[in-house]
């Protein structure tokens, strides 16, 4: 490449690198210096150093106080309660979701890419069909998803409800029992139910991680299945020996997604949130956002959350990470 | 792999509840919205509508600038997707033709720039727009599109052009093209899957984007779709059969954009996803 050719090609990443630094590197650097300080709304120009005084009060318990009853939750036994209960409040509604969303909508999206790789007519179509909601997953499909979900009007409480009718000669019959008064969910207005909903909601979203996974199951040697075959393997045996081990890094990769996307989720959690649940669906970047940008607007110690988060994140991602890098080791060690 | 009879048609019943699951809230929606305000709130709820009001449409538009809303997520979406598309497949381009000292480093921070989670930016992000005078104004959120575009499209026209050979280029240069004639002329009409796909993507991304404007803008007048379907919500959401018909409106656009060049993207997804793994990552061809 001629000179003029190197000069063009800073020209061409020149774009990309200076919004890397504005917008990434810059941030970066200075939202950890933030979070070493007391930064807070009117006075962010004057803000002082107070080391690890954010962190210290963001995940310190009081020994000194008494455990109440909202408290710190079953992880942290023993007295005392923490500087600051929502942190931790915040923090394990962010996991407990993450642990229900990302098992559904994984299971969910394999399952789905396995059933439209089959050769049927019609299947092309279908396969819109699911990717067409994974585009539309903003604030609009979360305002009907509260709509649907309500608990009197909605359509999923009418369908529950017309099982159980339909389901109530039956019972009656062979065991007796009648379905009349059996509860339907309370959805979004229980702290119970609210993270169940979410997973619903979420998993009309799956077509994204279905697109990966059909490009990979595209991409498995169609051999492989045939001589497991021939070798008189089963269905189920090729699915499980043959096609998840060479599906692996996109699982992997479907699986790291998923997860911190569930982890940083906001938007749902800011559209959907209700009194009735009882906190049930603050979120950690919830709370982040109050922290910041609601009175008394702490700066410093939202970044000192941001940093959290993220660390926490990290270590829902390292088994993903392990287990996309013992594929690698096994393939180098040798076939 | 040939199906047994059971097979195939169990695989068409589950197909059809898929469908009917992923359509579902449309359908609520667009029933819904037709529906007079006493009929959103019968019980039991049905998809029956008995008497349609096409003009709830029309009142959801009249209590809210509707149409102010989503004139502006056009406005917001289709300027940063054109900055995105431009810039990132600049970046590609070079990372996956030019040989240069520091390319390792660029595709590095491709990388990072991916891996960076997004909540530790929000603060310092804020600070620096409140600095730079651009709170209230869309600069925070098209001015970051216009350099650089997402480190995944970047990865996505390398990837892209990794894969394309680069015969064309070479006889345009040949015949005495620059480099950046090369690139416009040259290769970005032939990344057309490419461009159909990071552009969509990106309309999409940012017509949905939430959190950014929700920090950035402080005038109701110039609220994208999100937001003002949010403030919708909050002040009308009594008023379920609007809000349906409003929340269609929100959708509607995007539903006909996909509808329009839903070839073009399914062939550039499928290119793109299936490049993803294609020749090594970050090593020199």
Request: charged share 15%; aromatic share 12%.
């Amino acid at each position: 490449m001629s000179l003029q050719g190197r000069g063009a090609a800073w020209g061409f990443v020149a774009p990309f690198i200076v919004g890397f630094a504005a917008w990434c590197a810059g941030p970066l650097a200075a939202s950890l210096f933030l979070s070493l300080t007391d930064a807070s709304g009117a006075s962010a120009r004057r803000a002082e150093y107070v080391g690890l005084a954010n962190y210290r009060a963001a995940l310190g318990v009081d020994r000194t106080a008494r455990a109440d009853a909202a408290g710190p939750g079953p992880w942290l036994a023993g007295d005392g309660r923490p500087t600051d209960p929502l942190v931790y409040r915040s923090l394990g509604n962010s996991l407990a979701y993450t642990a229900m969303t990302v098992p559904v909508t994984l299971a969910g999206s394999l399952a789905l890419a396995l059933l439209l790789m089959q050769r049927v007519r019609g299947f092309s179509i279908v396969r819109t069909i699911v990717y067409l909601p994974h585009l539309l997953g903003g604030v609009a499909s979360l305002v009907i998803w509260s709509w649907l979900l309500n608990p009197r009007f909605g359509g999923i409480n009418a369908a529950i409800r017309a099982v159980y009718a339909a389901a109530d000669p039956l019972l009656r019959a062979t065991l007796g029992v009648t379905t009349e008064g059996w509860p339907v969910p309370e959805w979004l207005f229980s702290p119970t139910w609210c993270k169940p909903a979410l997973v619903l909601i979420r998993a009309g979203t799956v077509g994204g991680s279905v697109l990966i996974l059909m490009a990979a199951l595209q991409r498995v040697p169609p051999e492989l299945g045939e001589a497991a075959a021939l070798d008189g393997a089963g269905a189920w045996t090729r699915l499980r020996r043959v096609t998840l081990p060479q599906l692996r890094p996109a699982l992997v990769f479907v699986g790291l997604i998923e997860t911190v996307f569930a982890m940083q989720a906001f938007t749902e959690s800011y559209v959907l949130s209700h009194r009735s649940q009882q906190d049930g669906l603050l979120f950690a970047a919830t709370y982040l956002y109050r922290t910041a940008f609601e009175s008394p607007h702490r700066l410093g110690y939202a970044a000192a959350l941001g940093w959290i988060l993220a660390g926490v994140t990290g270590v829902m991602i390292a088994p993903w990470l392990a287990w996309g890098r013992r594929r690698a080791a096994f393939e180098e060690g040798g076939t | 792999m040939r199906l047994s009879r059971g097979m195939h048609v169990t695989s068409v019943a589950v197909a059809v509840g898929v469908c009917a699951w992923m359509l579902l809230p449309m359908l609520w929606a667009a029933t819904s919205a037709l529906k007079p305000l006493e009929e959103t709130y019968a019980f039991p709820p049905t998809f029956r509508v008995e008497s349609p009001q096409p003009g709830n449409f029309v009142e959801a538009f009249r209590r809210l600038p509707m149409a102010r809303f989503l004139l502006n997520s056009t406005w917001i979406a289709g300027v940063s997707a054109i900055g995105a598309v431009l810039t990132s497949a600049m970046a590609g381009y070079a990372l996956a033709r030019f040989e240069f000292r520091g390319r390792r480093i660029v595709g590095a921070c491709v990388l990072a720039a991916l891996l960076v989670p997004s909540q530790i930016l929000i603060v310092p992000r804020f600070l620096q727009f409140e600095w730079l005078g651009w709170l209230g104004t869309y600069k925070p959120l098209i001015v970051p599109a216009w350099l650089g575009g997402g480190a995944f499209n970047v990865l996505l026209f390398r990837q892209f052009f990794v894969a394309t050979p680069r015969e064309a280029e070479d006889a345009a240069r040949l015949d005495g093209a620059g480099p950046w004639t090369v690139f416009l002329r040259v290769a970005l009409p032939s990344a057309r899957p490419a461009v159909v796909t990071a552009g969509f993507l990106s309309f999409v991304f940012h017509w949905q984007e939430f959190l950014d404007p929700l920090l950035y803008l402080t005038d109701f007048k110039t609220f994208p779709v999100s937001l003002g379907l949010r403030m919708f919500q909050t002040l009308a959401g009594t008023w379920a059969n609007l809000l349906m018909a409003a929340s269609v409106a929100a959708m509607l656009p995007l539903v006909l954009l996909f509808l329009a060049i839903e070839r073009d993207l399914m062939r550039g997804l499928g290119v793109l996803t299936s490049a993803r793994r294609g020749r090594g990552t970050c090593d020199p061809d």
